[in-house]
């Protein structure tokens, strides 16, 4: 588990294709990993990758294919800037919120505009996951835990403080790029519960505008 508070900022410096799938070198810069063994996590723009190899400078740590079509892993080269953030231990502060570390989806930054001395973001989420994000909810882009100050559909915008900017890629934000997305982890487990009996049900039988009228969430 992670916070999306940002530790530091790395640098990708290989992308090794191995069996299949992909072998990464980052390089992390600022991080300390004094207390990082093989075996822990690490998330990378809001990726949760296992450490493989410590060269001294950063670490090695496997892409599966499953995160290549999940996430926007694909668009990175080296030399790309990525957020980095250690794994949560049982002291940590939890400034941020609960993340997972596993990518929901690929968003795109769709316009930006400066805000006094913040920046206005404005990005599409996958049609899928617009019903997760709620105004003044938690979202998570590239691994940094962000409040939604508006929502329109699949649409969302992001106010950014100088601080945030400062200490994370989303200075380098322009529009076009893929960023990864994390929904809010209860929005996710409180779906599932609405669904009650129906969970155990097959694939496709999920919430709709129906079930919720039915269940008196809805009045027509």
């Known amino acids: ?31 300390d990993l004094g207390d990082v063994k093989l075996g822990d996590s690490i998330a990378v723009n809001g990726v949760c990758l296992t450490v493989v190899e410590l060269p001294g400078d950063g670490f090695w740590a496997d892409v599966s294919r499953e995160t290549l079509a999940r996430s926007a892993f694909p668009g990175l080269t080296v030399g790309s800037r990525v957020n980095l953030e250690k794994a949560l231990t049982p ?10 570390g596993h990518v929901d989806g690929v968003g795109q930054v769709l316009a930006r505009e400066d805000n006094a001395r913040a920046v206005q973001f404005r990005l599409a989420a996958p049609p899928e996951l617009a019903r997760y994000i ?6 998570t882009v590239d691994g940094t835990s962000l409040t939604v100050n508006a929502v329109n559909g699949a ?10 900017l400062a200490q994370t890629i989303m200075a380098d934000y322009r529009p076009g790029r893929a960023v990864n997305l994390e929904v809010d982890l209860l929005a996710r487990y409180l779906e599932r519960l609405l669904l009650g009996d129906k969970a155990a049900e097959p694939s496709g039988s999920g919430i709709t505008e129906g079930f919720l009228a039915e269940h008196g969430y809805l009045k027509h």
Do not use: C, N, Q, Y
């Not at 002291?91 to 997972?100: A, M």
């Not at 709620?134 to 979202?139: N, R, T």
């Open 1 to 31: 588990m992670f916070t999306g508070i940002i530790e530091a900022i790395g640098t990708l410096r290989a992308l090794t294709p191995k069996g299949g799938d992909l072998r990464v070198r980052v390089a992390t810069g600022a991080l």
């Open 91 to 100: 002291s940590s502060r939890l400034g941020g919120h609960l993340v997972s």
């Open 134 to 139: 709620a105004l003044k909810g938690s979202i």
């Open 155 to 164: 649409e969302f915008e992001l106010t950014i403080v100088p601080h945030t």
